[in-house]
């Protein structure tokens, strides 16, 4: 695991990641406790409200480092460099849908029929996000 020589090779007094509610908290920590890093790193985690919270932190020097989604870590360009990607065990997906009581049912199929073309998925790319199953 490159991540883990990396992250022992290196003095981190303050590691920001999300409350543990958070989906990239429940990502960081299944991460850091297969490289059985969790006893190691725990006391210097700075819990955050949010992913940008996280992000800020790092930006800012209020922490050495910091686990956030990549497409977090895009919206800082200059100021946050993304240092190893973790590993996970499942695919980080973000499902989209009409709500079933939908005020303008129509308007939400025509939002997500944007965000699914070539244009929406250019987007998508531009930020860093991978394209879902299917999509062109």
């Known amino acids: 695991m490159r991540w883990r020589r990396w ?3 290196v003095i ?18 299944a991460a850091i406790k297969a490289a059985g890093l969790w006893g190691q790193l725990q006391p210097k985690f700075v819990l955050c409200a949010t992913v940008v919270q996280s992000v800020n932190y790092v ?3 209020d922490v050495d480092a910091g686990f956030v989604f990549a497409t977090a870590a895009a919206t ?5 460099k993304v240092a190893f990607t973790v590993p996970v065990q499942e695919p ?3 499902p989209v849908a009409v ?3 939908a005020p303008h049912p129509k308007l939400a199929e ?12 250019a987007i998508f790319r531009h930020y860093g996000f991978l394209p879902p199953p299917g999509a062109p």
Do not use: C, H, W
């Open 7 to 9: 992250i022992l090779g």
């Open 12 to 29: 981190l007094l303050g590691i920001a990641v999300g409350n543990p509610a958070m989906p990239n908290a429940k990502y960081a920590e």
């Open 59 to 61: 930006a800012q020097g």
């Open 76 to 80: 800082a360009p200059g100021r946050v």
């Open 92 to 94: 980080i997906v973000y």
């Open 99 to 101: 709500v079933a009581k």
């Open 110 to 121: 025509t939002f997500i029929a944007y965000l699914l073309s070539p244009d929406g998925q």
